[in-house]
């Protein structure tokens, strides 16, 4: 019997509140240039305290494997308790998250830059330069004037930031991956998208609307300079993903600021609440939808971006800003709340990391692992132990009692 | 997708350079006639404490899995990151590699042992009244005088202690595994070798070739009293394993004393180097090869053998005969190192055993547990928790960033 078949065979709805937290890139690492403690040890958090005073079980969490730096979409399909080896969003689906692009199943989506070619085609700078982002805005605005369709197909154009941006089709029958246009180092032409599969007819039709795309587009940039190409990566369908609450039971809402992670939480179904730009006015409208939903997903960046900066500073700081809104999230308390992060991004690494990530469950049934606080070096010693990420939201449904016994 | 397989394809060379310290079977048992503590918590180990010091991450280790207790194959296999479920080797083949031969792909090795047969061929001793070791020396020698192919198949008979002797096939078109010809008990006739797949033609030839094999080799040994005969058991090819560097990405180095660690690293493409005899002149010997080589695995053995001997004193000895050797490791300091054993050895038990082995993983970016010292108690509050050793390997690649993020 498959695990996730004995979950959903033993899941049952009880009405339970449940908030995930995600202070993302949280977990750090203590070393003696910071006098060895982590952003999370250092900072003060009279709130988080009190909370962990009352009752918590703590633990760390492996986000992938043993090893392995997740992205950010890796490190939300397992938060969100989707195995992030059985399912695997492509490059193009996480950057059309992340520029907010609402993308519906079946969609192909692709990353894309600006190159630049000489007379002969071949490719001379594959970032064009590194053009203005108001550049890109343009040639974006231009080539979605003129290509609207490609047969049936519907495209949309979606400048990003600089040289990139992102292509989706949108249409019956696709489906990827594709090979790469790219052809990865300057002084060849753009390569051919290929079907990875022969025998997909779905992906041969893809081929035939990327060749088409370029037929069309490539006059149109013909009297540009640096941008008179383009070069695709990451060429994938959004995959079908069952939605979070066809899988637990759970009608969720997603509370967070960055489109990478409100486009994350749409991917599995869960209804974007749009409006609040702090921490503070997160905790203050998941207050205010308490009653409408079952799951909350709350996302804060602001650890990650501190972590990749290597500010330990800021990084506390922000952890800071997290506990002082805490109480407002505790005055209208769920029944089960975690705490943790997507990943650890330590100061001393200025990236995500594999380091397992602390994680607090509270709830009735939690227990207490008599630790004073949150923080890395406790969490190593908590009841949770340490275990992957993907049965995190186990653990919150079976605090939330939404499993029957499994046998008599 | 497979975890191997997305390993693979994460992995970047680095050139950073890695070392594996092995103190066979060091784990141990804290017992109350033992004054309540392990031999590694009992030595003196400044050198090693004042490296926890500096910032390490610990954990423990479970060989292959929970309540398994591994032998040295398996044990070491899980350490190079080989799944000991998934690559099997055969204990004619572990026999072989102890006794210092170096197997090929494709050889077929046997363990035998002499035993003796009465007038109607009747086993009367298993084990031939235990010869001396000279005896089998001698015994073997003859055989290997007048039996040095079979058809065009090269027999190759090696000398064990006592009664035992390795046997080993070397041709095109042999495979493995075939049934024992020991009866397992006396009173009965030698048993013939049959193939376990009824399909397979290289079993089939192997059959064949060690029927032949006794019709040629029990009329020389026929005027011996005791060791009038042989039986074979563990009659196995050696496996196909992808190499360490093809895995890896790792130029690897062994530096072990005894035969059968040299072996075990050779079958996953190691580079053996000879000489050194102690633990001082390993170290001395990695430190003048670590421009040579990226990852460096260095074997000591006396942990085990006096776990064996359930010698707590001596064993508590060899800890501190390593320690006073390591600074000559640090002194040549490897961007990523892991002390660990292969399995427990406990004085108590006298022998191998399941119990998971403390490690203990240092790196820039290995954090710091803020333990006192490196100890079975201390790295069951470590960072690392408790995990399977297979990915020993791959949490070392990482601390060595050899691994690419995974996702966007």
Chains 1, 2 share one sequence.
Request: aromatic share 8%.
């Amino acid at each position: 019997m498959k695990l996730d078949t004995l979950y959903s065979d033993l899941t049952i709805k009880t009405g339970a509140k449940m908030a995930l937290v995600v202070l993302d890139g949280l977990g750090d690492l203590a070393t003696k240039a910071q006098g060895e403690v982590t952003p999370l040890e250092a900072a003060k958090t009279p709130n988080l305290d009190a909370l962990v005073a009352e009752g918590c079980a703590q633990g760390r969490m492996i986000p992938v494997a043993p090893g392995i730096t997740p992205g950010s979409g890796p490190g939300h399909l397992a938060l969100f308790g989707y195995d992030p080896l059985e399912f695997q969003v492509g490059r193009g689906v996480i950057e059309a998250l992340g520029l907010g692009f609402s993308l519906k199943a079946g969609d192909v989506a692709i990353r894309a830059n600006f190159c630049t070619l000489n007379a002969e085609g071949i490719v001379t700078d594959r970032r064009a330069g590194r053009i203005p982002t108001e550049t890109c805005q343009r040639l974006c605005a231009l080539l979605a004037s003129k290509i609207k369709k490609l047969g049936t197909t519907e495209v949309h154009i979606v400048p990003g930031k600089e040289h990139r941006f992102v292509i989706v089709l949108r249409g019956a029958g696709l489906e990827g991956p594709l090979t790469d246009t790219d052809p990865n180092r300057e002084g060849l032409p753009i390569s051919t998208a290929q079907p990875t599969d022969p025998k997909s007819a779905k992906q041969k039709k893809v081929a035939k609307l990327i060749a088409d795309l370029y037929k069309t587009a490539l006059p149109l940039l013909a009297k540009e300079k640096a941008a008179n190409g383009f070069l695709l990566r990451g060429i994938a369908h959004q995959p079908d993903i069952p939605t979070f609450e066809e899988r637990y039971q759970l009608k969720a809402a997603c509370l967070a600021v960055y489109p990478m992670y409100k486009g994350l939480a749409q991917l599995v179904g869960m209804t974007k609440i749009e409006g609040p730009t702090t921490i503070k006015e997160q905790f203050e409208r998941y207050a205010a939808e308490y009653g409408n939903y079952d799951f909350f997903f709350i996302h804060f960046k602001y650890t990650d971006k501190y972590g990749e900066d290597g500010n330990f500073e800021a990084k506390k700081q922000a952890i800071e800003e997290f506990d002082a809104a805490l109480p407002i999230l505790l005055g209208k308390r769920p029944d089960v709340l975690a705490i943790t992060g997507d990943h650890s991004t330590p100061c001393v690494v200025k990236g995500h990391s594999w380091h397992p990530q602390p994680v607090l469950l509270h709830s009735k049934f939690s227990g207490s692992d008599k630790l004073d606080r949150f923080t890395e070096t406790g969490a190593n010693l908590g009841s949770l132990g340490v275990f992957e990420a993907k049965y995190l939201i186990r653990l919150m449904q079976a605090n939330a009692r939404m499993f029957d016994k499994f046998g008599a």
